[in-house]
């Protein structure tokens, strides 16, 4: 337990901000198994811009790292040209 009244309000506010960062992580998750399993190239191209945008919001907010962000962001678009071929 801690020992000083500012470690107990960073207990409070770091569970707080984990409990935030978890549903941010999840909806990420969420959008890009939405564009891998989508039925569709045009519904897949479609569900693209909804999770890159999330990518990059949650990148600007430090949530994940600019790196990874572009990462997955690269993979998708990778994904999405090999469904024309």
Do not use: C, F, W
């Amino acid at each position: 337990m801690p020992q000083h009244k500012s470690n107990e309000k960073r207990m409070r506010t770091s569970a707080r901000q984990r409990t935030h960062n978890r549903i941010y992580r999840s909806q990420m998750k969420k959008a890009i198994r939405k564009v891998r399993e989508a039925k569709s190239p045009d519904e897949a191209r479609a569900s693209l811009g909804n999770a890159i945008r999330l990518l990059d919001r949650l990148a600007g907010k430090g949530i994940i790292h600019p790196n990874r962000a572009a990462d997955k962001k690269s993979r998708l678009h990778a994904y999405i040209r090999s469904l024309k071929a």
